[in-house]
């Protein structure tokens, strides 16, 4: 019964009447979103050639107006201008300093193009915020502290908060750290990278209000914070050593006497005190080399060349550390010790232990392939 209702059906004109329409919905419906992804297309792309146009030009009109006061400068009228000068000046505080970085912050405030961004941050869209704060961060003018802080205490976005903290570091002083270090213990917000990035952005904005004594204070008050988790000072101990600030060699010797049972502390001292090129502390190297750990034996090793002769006998020991980790850095520093460390691994190429050998002659041939 069923069998025959569908072979009638299939044969009636109706059902053909049906598909038909349906095709012809289909193809018009499919004919419509192929014009409005083409109307779309060209949209985006008179849009950008017309921001690329506008910020050509006011690249030229900012230029000019360095060298010429009176140059006029138009302020923008839409939101694609003020794109397009945000642009401009954003770029230009990246790679200018001094009276040329003071000039281009005084016109962004002539033609209003930090109000705007302000204003932006009231948008309902996260990514419309996340650029007004990135751009914001950029001009790094003081009197933005509070607007960031703002952010970080009213913002439920989370791609949002690390922006606002960096747009912050930058323009930090010592009653901004509590609020910055808040969201930075934390552990599972961001990584221990983007920790030292921002503490490398707090050490420069220290330097550029000469304060460099104030913050080797504000440094040891965060190193016996009780409260402040370990992890976080390893992070700033590695900034200090990235943004290469030495006043703050004493304090990192103290920190790795201090944290002697945290091997990422020790870690940290240790790369940071490489960094200074601080040869005088050799001691400190000779007792790494002998280490319990493998860690910190293998990451003392890796720029023990940096000091005298005198710790090649306990890098020729290393040769034969249990660790590749270790016996690896251990001959790559002998090799760059010049004559007396190639000597070293010369003669341990007829080593009897397997291991020493191989990485002694593993060295030799790759300073042979580099010559």
Same mark, same amino acid.
């Given at each position: ?11 009636? /004109? ?10 012809? $919905? ?20 008179? @849009? ?15 230029? @000019? ?15 694609? /201008?003020? !794109? ?26 002539? $033609? ?11 948008? #309902? ?14 001009? #790094? ?7 960031? !802080? ?8 989370? #791609? ?49 209000? /000469? ?59 240790? @790369? ?84 020493? #050998? ?14």
């Amino acid at each position: 019964m069923i069998t025959e209702f569908i072979q009638a059906l299939m044969g009636s /004109e109706t059902l053909r009447n049906i598909i038909i329409i349906i095709n012809v $919905l289909l193809f018009i419906v499919t004919f419509l979103l192929f014009l409005v992804l083409l109307f779309h297309k060209l949209h985006v792309e008179r @849009r950008a050639k017309r921001l690329d146009e506008l910020r050509e030009t006011y690249l030229a009109d900012l230029a @000019r107006r360095f060298y010429d006061p009176s140059h006029p400068v138009s302020p923008p009228g839409n939101a694609l /201008e003020y !794109e397009a000068l945000g642009n401009v000046v954003a770029t230009m505080l990246v790679n200018v300093s001094g009276e040329m970085a003071v000039n281009v912050r005084r016109c962004v405030r002539e $033609l209003g193009v930090d109000a705007y961004y302000r204003r932006m941050l009231e948008s #309902r869209r996260w990514v419309r915020r996340f650029v007004a704060v990135e751009k914001l961060g950029f001009f #790094r003018f003081p009197e933005l502290k509070s607007v960031f !802080e703002t952010v970080l205490a009213e913002e439920k976005d989370h #791609r949002i908060i690390p922006k606002a903290v960096w747009a912050l570091s930058v323009i930090a002083q010592r009653s901004d750290l509590p609020t910055i270090n808040q969201v930075l213990k934390n552990p599972l917000f961001m990584s221990s990278k983007f920790n030292e990035y921002i503490y490398t952005n707090i050490i420069r904005s220290f330097r550029e209000h /000469e304060q460099e004594a104030l913050f080797v204070e504000v440094l040891g008050e965060l190193m016996a914070d009780a409260e402040l988790p370990v992890l976080l000072k390893r992070d700033i101990i590695q900034a200090c050593g990235a943004e290469m600030f030495h006043p703050a060699q004493k304090l990192v010797l103290d920190c790795f006497s201090r944290f002697h049972d945290v091997a990422e502390m020790r870690i940290a001292c240790i @790369r940071t005190l490489e960094r200074f090129s601080a040869v005088d502390e050799e001691w400190l190297l000779s007792e790494c080399l002998r280490d319990p750990d493998w860690r910190i034996r293998g990451v003392a090793a890796k720029n023990a060349y940096l000091y005298s002769p005198n710790i090649i006998p306990p890098l020729r020991d290393l040769l034969h550390d249990e660790s590749y980790h270790v016996r690896i850095n251990s001959a790559l520093a002998l090799a760059k010790m010049g004559e007396a460390g190639l000597d070293v691994l010369v003669a341990e190429t007829q080593s009897e232990d397997r291991f020493v #050998r191989d990485v002694s002659q593993y060295v030799l041939k790759r300073l042979i392939y580099a010559s």
